[in-house]
C-alpha cells in the first residue's frame, strides 16, 4: 500500500515538472517567430535575421 502511494506521489511530480517544461518551451504572443533583435551602441535595435546587412556579435563570458 505504501509502494502504490509513493508510485502515485513520483507520478504526480513528474507530471507537474513536464508541465513546467511545456509551459518554458511555450511562445509568446509578443514575439515575432524567429525575431532576435538586440541594442547596438547607438541605442537602435539591431535584428540577427536581417539577411542585407551582416551583423557580427560577440558573446563575452567571464573565465575564473
Given amino acids: 500500500m505504501r509502494f502504490m502511494r509513493n508510485k502515485h506521489v513520483v507520478m504526480f511530480l513528474s507530471v507537474i515538472a513536464l508541465l513546467f517544461v511545456l509551459v518554458g518551451c511555450g511562445s509568446s504572443e509578443e514575439e515575432s517567430a524567429g525575431e532576435i533583435t538586440l541594442v547596438n551602441e547607438q541605442g ?7 539577411k542585407e546587412r551582416a551583423t557580427i556579435l560577440f558573446h563575452f563570458t567571464e573565465v575564473g
Avoid: G, P, Q
Avoid at 537602435?44 to 536581417?50: A, D, G, I, S
Fill in 44 to 50: 537602435e535595435e539591431v535584428t540577427l535575421t536581417n
